[in-house]
């Protein structure tokens, strides 16, 4: 049975559980619920604080887990990304009071408040910057109105919470973060139920980020049409009722689908459609 750490609070915890449902397994039915077991996937899902899910899977005792790149790095642990999946994206950068540093350079002397001192250590060690690091479990946008620190290192989204707090951004961003799939350093990547599950989540990636498109076209105008939607393979090209016609069939991304079929219509193929995909395999 493979056994699987995924985020039982914050940011991961809902959209984890979404990816996973979406891709077949069953999920847990309430909040307080630590551990289930999928009998039909052959599957056990432990729900951790994602801050600990690196150090579980690092011990061995669980397959993979889902957690935050960030937190990943942050925690030390012997485990590394295997799949980036999309979602909880957000950088992590220092901010402070407007006009009171200009870069990092000037970091020299200064507290620095944050939850991810590993991060922050390893940053300012690489960049020979002598400051302190003083550790917060959260809300750290007000340790510098408190008094606490001059500067923060946090997780910026939106940047909200920064304006709310008075505070602007310094600096280049120190990671970009998302939410990843993670296994012990260095075991197996062939293991047949991770490789498994991988593909049904990229599955779910998939389905997210295409649509399938339908179209019909004159034969004269397939090799453009082609060229537009070159599908993941090649596009399934069949003969219509009418002669000279053809219909194309062929998954594009669904970002790129309003564009796509403008520049179809312009080259004169008509009845355009495109459908949701549900799930995928590659
Ligand atoms: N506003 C946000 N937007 C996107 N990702 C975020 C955001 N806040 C936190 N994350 C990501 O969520 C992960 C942290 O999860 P964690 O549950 O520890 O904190 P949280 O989401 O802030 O929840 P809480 O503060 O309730 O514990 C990190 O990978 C971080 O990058
Ligand atoms: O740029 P934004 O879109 O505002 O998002 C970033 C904020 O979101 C998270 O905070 P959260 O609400 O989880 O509170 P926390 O600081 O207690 O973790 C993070 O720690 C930032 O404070
Ligand atoms: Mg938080």
Known sequence: MLRIAVPNKGSLSGPAAEMLHEAGYQQRRESKELRIVDPVNEVEFFYLRPRDIAIYVASGQLDIGITGRDLLIDSGADAEEILPLGFAR???????????????????????????????????????????????????????????????????????????????????????????VIRRTGTDGEDPKVQQFLRRLQGVLVARTYVMMDY????????????????????????????????????????????????????????ILTTAIHACRL
């Open 216 to 271: 019909d076209c004159r034969v004269e105008q397939l090799e453009k049409a082609v060229a537009l939607t070159p599908g993941l393979e090649s596009p399934t090209v069949s003969p219509l009722h009418n002669e000279g016609w053809v219909a194309v069939r062929a998954m594009v991304p669904s970002k790129e689908a309003q564009r796509i079929m403008d520049d179809l219509y312009d080259i004169g193929a008509r009845a």
């Open 90 to 180: 957000s950088t992590f950068r220092y901010a402070a009071k407007p006009g009171t540093i200009t870069g990092p350079a000037d970091l020299t002397g200064m507290t620095v408040a944050t939850s991810y001192e590993g991060i922050v250590a390893a940053h300012l060690a690489e960049h020979g910057i002598d400051a302190s690091v003083v550790h917060l479990d959260g809300a750290v946008e007000t340790a510098i109105q408190l008094g606490v620190a001059q500067v923060i290192a946090d997780v910026v989204e939106t940047g909200t919470s920064l304006r709310n707090a008075g505070l602007e951004v310094v600096g280049e961003p120190i990671m970009q973060s998302e939410a990843v």
